[in-house]
């Protein structure tokens, strides 16, 4: 039987990952600090470590203690409007952060599998191509994008100085069930909720801002195919399509939106070339993107209905 860390596993993504794991029947040790997180989203047989991943010391006890197979490190300050606001506090969490992880990982003699970025990653520049595979260049605009490469550049240090193994997954925008619908982050879960209230979206820009919109489904599968990929090798997880803002609300019956100025560091296209993970990892995205939309619009309402209940995952929908 496996045993595994997730940190950040009270989240969005960590949360739906721990799902799957102890479906597998793997061992799930979740840390997190509740910070973003939500202990009604914790599965009942994951065993919790109410910690910061800015606590070094207690990190690598944890991993000493269990000597985890792999270390899925989801944790992070994700919210690009939060890092322009104090660059700080992101670069503490998103790179000092990851260090303590790759540290407690190296003791332990673990592999970490980490969720870094694609659009932030790569930016936007006039060679990019879009969709944008990863051997481009890497430019980010905004602190929560360079934290996140500054994490890449720290999982390649520790494979060439203490040969760690380490897999990067640079993600999509991630969206389904347990996504936020009152957070800063996740357009798709935000809509829904302003949706049910009936109240009009708001869209930054114009909405022909395009992003690639990526199941969380298809993304726990990219973290369960990475425990066995080479180390030291990034992959995108994505669909490899640009929606817009706009084909969003109208993929969700959201109703006319209302406009608001176009927000700094905002890219105007991002999508990722998804073929590497095809040809190394066997993974593909399944979900498309209207029943997606309709899986994340049941949870939303599902939530609403029975708020003392554990909110539904993509396992349950």
């Known amino acids: 039987m496996s045993t595994a ?69 989801l944790a992070a300050q994700a919210d690009v409007r939060k890092a322009l606001e104090n660059p700080g506090y992101d670069a503490d969490v998103n790179v000092i952060g990851t260090v303590n992880v790759l540290e ?11 969720a870094s970025t694609g659009g932030a990653g790569y930016g936007e520049y006039p060679e990019l191509p879009v969709p944008s595979p990863e051997t481009s260049d890497t430019r ?8 996140k490469m500054a994490g890449e550049g ?12 380490a897999v990067v997954l640079r993600l999509g925008n991630v969206y389904g069930p347990r996504q936020d619908p009152h957070g800063e982050a996740g357009v798709v879960a935000i809509f829904a909720g302003r949706m049910l209230d009936g109240v009009a979206p708001t869209v ?23 425990r066995t990929a ?26 006319e939106p209302q406009f608001a100025p176009a927000r700094l560091g905002e890219l105007q296209r991002s999508a990722l070339a998804v ?17 997606g939309l ?3 619009l049941r949870s939303v309402e599902a939530r609403r209905a029975n708020p003392d209940q554990r909110p539904a995952g993509y396992l349950d929908v």
């Open 294 to 296: 309709k899986a994340t």
């Open 275 to 291: 073929g590497k993970a095809a040809d190394v990892m066997g993974w593909t995205p399944r979900m498309p993107l209207g029943d």
């Open 5 to 73: 860390i997730v940190t950040g596993g009270a989240g969005f993504i960590g949360s739906n990952l721990t799902d799957a794991l102890i479906a597998e029947g793997a061992t799930v040790h979740v840390v997190d600090n509740l910070s973003n997180g939500t202990r009604d989203k914790l599965h009942p047989d994951a065993v919790f470590h109410e910690m910061d991943i800015r606590d070094a010391d207690a990190l690598k006890a944890l991993a000493a203690e269990i000597r985890p197979d792999t270390v899925f490190h």
């Open 204 to 226: 930054f820009g114009d909405g022909r801002q395009t992003r690639d919109y990526v199941y969380v489904g298809d993304v726990v599968r990219a973290f369960l195919a990475a």
């Open 230 to 255: 080479p180390s030291g090798e990034a992959f995108n997880v994505g669909c490899g399509e640009e929606v817009t803002v706009l084909d969003l609300i109208e993929g969700l019956g959201a109703g």
């Open 104 to 114: 407690a990982a190296r003791a332990a003699g673990a592999r970490v599998v980490f």
């Open 140 to 147: 980010p605009m905004s602190h929560y994008g360079m934290s």
């Open 154 to 165: 720290y999982c390649r240090l520790y494979a060439r100085l203490y040969g760690s193994d």
